[in-house]
């Protein structure tokens, strides 16, 4: 660990070094307010009435706090005739995300296991070819998948969304498994091949107990992805399968109605909460993840 | 045993009598999901409800329909068309000549919209002849909006000509107040550049430009003097004007920081939303020059399969013509009924005016499409020259350099 | 039956994926490059027109305009990012006591969706509303901050925005990359007495190399998708000023219903990303099998 403030004790004087302590403290705080300043803006803005947004600032803190517009925006808002807010949709989101997090964290897992250690004549070329494949704008495959998926039957459904996902998640996933299993010494499988274990019990038992840092890093990451994703959303679901974000994109980009700036700043902020909350809980172990190997080359 | 017996045999009954006559369906996609805008389509989903119809809600905002036009083409293509779309303009014979679209000729004709709907509204609720369409509501899109109490402090009535306007808009400046509340937004930019080039062009050169595009129209010198114009009313804007939503420039008109608005009928929602009064708050009127834009929103029925969808269809259609949706539906939105024999007296002052004026336009034949609204021409063309009016606009360009690129984006749409 | 089985597991056990990314990337690509041949409009359609699109696509000056956009876009928004995620992870590695908060803090925007922080984005920016207006209202009148409204600066408050939302993840990168260098190399180090910031030039950010192409993958990667972001905050104006490749793609494919225009748009970018992905890859590989 780099440990260089304190370790220098001769180079400066101890009031140099005060000073030099202050001024990264402020830094720091600072650069805090600028990530903050649009969080502070949405917040602000849920809390007030919508007489206050028309008349007052925009960026000034509420006269008087109200939580109305973060009820209407659960439970009550409207995203088309229906008007019970986000609550139902959230559920779609949860039942798309949760499924298509686990699978393409195990196909990751499997394929980085594979390229990784096992490898074979072309393992790398194929290896190259799917994280090309994390480059493809998506705009360019909504039309091709909207065919495949009607053909294969799955249009307009949640496990069609879940197929969608996991494809366009293998690059990453594998990237993210095959960086972290690259820096396990191969000497460790040839053992246990000495010792009798196959392919898939060298995984269970030897690999997936040393991965649950890199679990947590694609877990993140995919997670962000699915949750926040419109394009596929909007694109592959039909009634009763949107996602979250179609019903929060509903509620703040009609163009020709009223517009409820405190129900969208809330409403936005609730869409974001499951992510908000991975992010807090399982922040540090993200970035123990990627100590762990997971971004050197 | 026995009783379960025997509600099993009735449940039998009920499934094979609902086979013979198909329950109404309809899954509808559509962009309308805002507070006023969303109870409005409710309305007719508690008439379809009421006629036995079951309706699925399938609503997506954004982009004033492109993210619904983008979920509707991976329906398409996936084989899984919604029953029903929020489709308008030319975009309805695009759809039908890909094939997908139903024929709903034989409601029609019962329902004999020809006699009632405008003839150049009819139009475009027309595929090949046969009725493809159901139109909801005219929006009228040159509306120009004011203060009432600031016009008033600063003597200043309605404009009738361009000219009135500019004058008006200098007095307004030199007082300290806005002249003309805007968004910045290309969809805003070209709002503005028709209701001028109605103005300038006059009806028949707007036809000409912007339904034919005809190239000696579209590098006239009236051109020029429309963009001309455009860069007068420039000057009027306040600095900020990017990317503001048409609704935030609105609620400047209303709060006084502004003097008029240059927007469609949506914007009385918002001044009525705030509990202001036609006449006597705020007023409306139609922009300098003759002619009438309008704004139609249809639905359109696509190639399912099904009776009970195919019954859905048809009830739809019926419904959203017919005389009691068409007034509850446009007392809620704004705009005003598609139908010409509905009865206007629960409509709002602004609303009569534009009832009025459709009327006489339809007659003079000044009653046209509007191109910023995509009434007027195909998505490629309308856009192209969207894209010259709104860098224009945005930029130092001058019109002549402007007229020249009009004609070649025009002529590289295609 | 089992020995060649277990010889060909591993294959096995990749070949699905392999197969999808061929079908659903590359097929795709394939489709994509073959529908730019064509005129197709509202939806694909399949006889082939020559290169009409692509003439089509270089006289059309927004093009023009969204292609200089993503390469000032790109390069200020890699850089700047890296720059200021390192700055960051350097920082947060000196024993901060409140790390944890402060991280989450740095780290979050990622978590947003950009649907409404572009909302917010819009009024901070806007000078009537937001940083202007309140820095005015403190009592510097010729303060100005106009970007957003002015054509020739407003990329870069699309670049501004793209920053807030990327350089906490990429700072979560470094600060990884920096708590796994070797302590004892440093410890050695300073007790030869060489400065604290030779320590870092010559020692510590040399051995992230791998986290520098990491980062600028994830980076590249996000600029070249960056659509929703342009869409949320200035919707591509003022005019078409911040307009760029993926968005203009997305309005001839979805708004314009002209296909056959966004697939040659679609060609290109991927030409673009070809161009810049490829040697990292290479690069990397090659790397790869030496050590």
């Not at chain 1, 001769?10 to 990264?24: E, F, K």
């Not at chain 2, 507070?35 to 009421?50: M, W, Y």
């Amino acid at each position: 660990m780099a440990d260089l403030a304190h370790s220098t004790p001769r180079s400066q004087s101890n009031l140099g070094r005060i000073a030099l302590r202050w001024l990264l403290y402020i830094l720091l705080a600072v650069f805090a307010l600028y990530y903050l300043m649009p969080l502070f803006v949405m917040v602000t803005t849920s809390l007030k009435s919508l007489d206050e947004i028309r008349t007052g600032s925009l960026v000034a803190l509420p006269r008087e706090v109200t939580f109305d517009a973060w009820k209407t925006a659960w439970s009550g808002a409207c995203t088309g005739i229906q008007c019970e807010g986000l609550q139902p949709y959230f559920w779609n989101s949860v039942l798309l995300a949760v499924p298509a997090v686990m699978i393409s964290t195990l196909i990751g897992a499997l394929n980085g296991y594979v390229i990784a250690q096992w490898r074979f004549k072309g393992a790398n070329l194929i290896f190259s070819l799917m994280l090309f494949g994390c480059f493809i704008p998506f705009q360019v495959v909504l039309l091709p998948m909207a065919r495949l998926l009607g053909m294969m039957g799955l249009a307009g459904t949640i496990p069609g969304l879940i197929f969608v996902h996991v494809i366009y998640g293998i690059g990453f996933t594998t990237l993210f498994f095959r960086n972290y299993y690259v820096t396990i010494p191969s000497e460790l499988v040839k053992a246990a091949k000495v010792d009798g274990a196959n392919f898939f019990r060298i995984f269970w038992s030897i690999f997936l107990p040393l991965s649950l840092p890199i679990i947590v890093v694609t877990v993140i990451w995919q997670f962000t992805q699915i949750w926040n994703d419109f394009l596929f959303g909007v694109s592959f679901s039909q009634a009763g399968t949107q996602p979250v974000t179609v019903a929060l994109n509903n509620i703040v980009n009609s163009t020709t109605g009223v517009k409820e700036y405190n129900v969208d700043m809330a409403a936005a902020i609730i869409a974001a909460l499951p992510t908000l909350l991975v992010y807090v809980v399982a922040g540090k172990y993200f970035i123990r993840g990627l100590t762990a190997g997971s971004v050197k080359g | 045993m026995k009783r379960s017996a025997f509600a099993a045999v009735s449940t039998i009954a009920l499934i094979s009598a609902s086979a013979v006559v198909a329950e109404p369906q309809a899954e509808v996609l559509h962009w309308w999901t805002s507070g006023g805008e969303a109870k409005s389509v409710a309305v007719l989903q508690q008439e379809f409800a009421d006629n036995g119809g079951t309706w699925t809600d399938m609503p997506v905002a954004g982009g004033g329909g492109d993210a619904a036009m983008t979920a509707l083409r991976a329906r398409v293509l996936s084989g899984n068309a919604p029953t029903a779309v929020q489709l308008k303009g030319p975009a309805i014979q695009e759809w039908y000549e890909e094939g997908v679209l139903a024929d709903i000729s034989s409601v029609a004709e019962a329902e004999g919209w020809a006699d009632v709907l405008p003839a150049s509204i009819a139009g475009h609720m027309k595929c090949d002849g046969s009725w493809c369409a159901a139109p909801v509501n005219v929006h009228r899109v040159d509306w120009i909006w004011a203060n009432a109490d600031v016009l008033e402090s600063n003597g200043i009535a309605m404009p009738t000509t361009w000219d009135e306007f500019n004058a008006a808009a200098e007095k307004l400046a030199a007082a300290g107040v806005i002249p003309l509340a805007h968004g910045g937004q290309a969809w805003q930019d070209a709002t503005v550049f028709e209701a001028v080039a109605l103005g300038i062009l006059g009806a028949e050169g707007f036809h000409k430009a912007f339904v034919e595009l005809d190239e000696a129209t579209l590098t006239s010198d009236a051109m020029v003097a429309v963009f001309d114009q455009m860069r007068t009313m420039r000057g009027f804007v306040d600095a900020n004007f990017s990317g503001r939503d048409w609704n935030l420039a609105t609620a400047m008109v209303m709060n006084g920081e502004a003097a008029f608005q240059i927007m469609g009928d949506w914007a009385k929602g918002e001044f009525m939303a705030a509990g202001k009064v036609p006449g006597e708050d705020f007023l409306c009127a139609s922009t300098p020059g003759d002619g009438f834009l309008y704004n139609v929103d249809s639905f359109a029925m696509f190639e399912v399969d099904g009776e009970d969808k195919k019954a859905g269809q048809e009830l739809l259609a019926e419904l959203i013509v017919g005389p009691s949706f068409q007034e509850v539906f446009n007392l809620n939105k704004g705009s005003i009924p598609a139908r010409t024999d509905v009865s206007l007296d629960a409509f709002d002052s602004c609303a009569l005016l534009s009832a009025a004026d459709m009327q006489a336009s339809s007659e003079n034949g000044s009653l046209l499409p509007s191109y910023a609204h995509g009434m007027a021409l195909r998505g490629a063309q309308s856009g192209a020259i969207t894209d010259v009016v709104t860098a224009h606009f945005n930029s130092d360009m001058s019109s002549a350099d402007a007229v020249a690129q009009l004609a070649q984006a025009v002529a590289n749409s295609y | 039956m089992s020995e060649w089985l277990e010889n060909h597991l591993p294959k096995m056990v990749l070949a699905p994926s392999f197969i999808a990314v061929l079908v659903f990337v590359y097929g795709f690509i394939g489709w994509t490059a073959w529908v730019s041949l064509t005129r197709s409009k509202l939806l694909p359609r399949y006889e082939i027109h020559g290169f009409i699109q692509y003439d089509r696509l270089f006289a059309s000056p927004r093009w023009d305009t969204a292609m200089n956009n993503l390469f000032i876009f790109g390069a200020l928004f890699i850089v700047i990012a890296m720059v200021l995620g390192l700055l960051l992870a350097i920082m947060l590695d000196q024993k901060i006591r409140t790390e944890g908060v402060i991280r989450t803090i740095y780290l979050y925007p990622m978590a947003l969706s950009m649907i409404v922080t572009g909302t917010a984005w819009k009024w901070i920016l806007n000078p009537g509303l937001g940083i202007e207006a309140t820095v005015r209202g403190w009592g510097f009148e010729n303060f100005s901050f106009d970007w957003v409204v002015n054509p020739d600066f407003a990329i870069y408050t699309i670049v501004l925005a793209a920053v807030w939302q990327s350089s906490g993840f990429v700072m979560a990168l470094f600060l990884a990359g920096l708590r796994s260098v070797d302590g004892e190399i440093i410890k050695a180090a300073q007790v030869d007495g060489i400065p604290t910031w030779r320590i870092y030039t010559a020692i510590i950010i040399p051995s992230m190399a791998p986290i520098f192409l990491s980062a600028f993958i994830v980076l590249a990667h996000l600029a070249i998708k960056s659509f929703d972001l342009v869409i949320a905050l200035t919707g591509g104006g003022p005019g078409y000023a911040t307009d760029l490749p993926a968005t203009y793609m997305y309005a001839m494919a979805f708004s314009r219903g002209d296909i056959g225009q966004a697939a040659s748009s679609a060609m290109i970018m991927m030409l673009v990303v070809f161009a810049i992905v490829v040697p990292y890859l290479y690069s990397e590989l090659r790397a790869k099998t030496d050590g």
